[in-house]
């Protein structure tokens, strides 16, 4: 019998540390591939940079999988609360 291996998740490492670079990167890499469920690492930002990129990229990511997750790996967990307000359902977080 054989066994379906399960799907194993995106990892995307950014090269910027810059809000705006990471958000454009981040969107092209969901328009360029296949990335149902991702992991992104943002715990270099300071608070309002990944707030900023969490938003924008969640929504960007919603659109195209409704149903997909992204974990984000952050630093506080501040952006866990400022960012409740704005959820899409597809934002997971790991201190």
């Known amino acids: 019998m ?3 291996l399960p799907q194993l998740q995106e990892t995307l490492v950014l090269n910027s540390v810059n809000q ?3 958000v454009d990167y981040i ?3 969901i328009d360029s591939y296949s ?3 991702l992991n992104i690492d943002i715990s270099y930002m300071n608070v309002v940079d990944s707030c900023y990129v969490i938003t924008l990229s969640a929504s960007k990511h ?3 999988y ?3 997750k992204i974990t984000w790996r952050i630093s506080s967990e501040l952006i ?3 960012n409740k307000d704005f959820e899409l359902g597809n934002n997971q ?3």
Do not use: V
Request: net charge neutral; proline share 4%.
């Open 2 to 4: 054989l066994n379906k």
């Open 80 to 82: 866990k609360e400022l």
């Open 20 to 22: 705006y670079e990471a």
């Open 35 to 37: 990335c149902e469920n």
């Open 27 to 29: 969107n092209s890499y």
């Open 62 to 64: 919603f659109i195209k």
């Open 93 to 95: 977080y790991i201190l």
């Open 66 to 68: 409704p149903n997909g």
